[in-house]
């Protein structure tokens, strides 16, 4: 069921990002690592020129998901030495949702991103300022 989610996300990212000022140039999926002893794993990641966008995609999103993921995000340029001097971004997508979760992650400074069956969306506040890792 991930998969289909990160498909249903992964078509209209280029174009959601771009509405939000992010002019994406690249994007690769489901990348995975071992560093230091620690295993990580990323889902989405769109390249522009100065910055990256992690993307952390879940069919239900729970308010652990956000903690994890920041935690993630906090260790993006370590696990990724060759993206460095880029701007981190994060954002999750999800299907469904616990209650408040949506706003739970656009307060910590993600860009969020609905994905019904159709055709995905970003559902942050028109004056959202994404927050860098």
Excluded: H
Aim: charged share 30%.
């Amino acid at each position: 069921m991930g998969k289909l989610v990160e498909s249903l996300v992964e078509g209209d990212l280029i174009a959601l990002l771009k509405q939000r000022r992010v002019d994406v140039t690249d994007t690769f999926k489901r990348r995975s690592m071992r560093r230091n002893g620690i295993s990580y794993e990323f889902d989405i990641v769109p390249i522009t020129a100065n910055e990256i966008v992690i993307v952390e995609v879940k069919t239900t999103l729970r308010p652990g998901d956000i903690r994890d993921f920041l935690k993630k995000l906090k260790m993006a340029r370590t696990w990724m030495p060759e993206y460095s001097n880029k701007k981190v971004l994060g954002a999750v997508a999800f299907l469904t949702e616990d209650s408040g979760t949506s706003a739970l992650a656009e307060r910590k400074g993600l860009f969020v991103i609905r994905a019904p069956k159709d055709s995905a969306s970003i559902i942050n506040q028109n004056d959202f300022i994404p927050k860098c890792w």
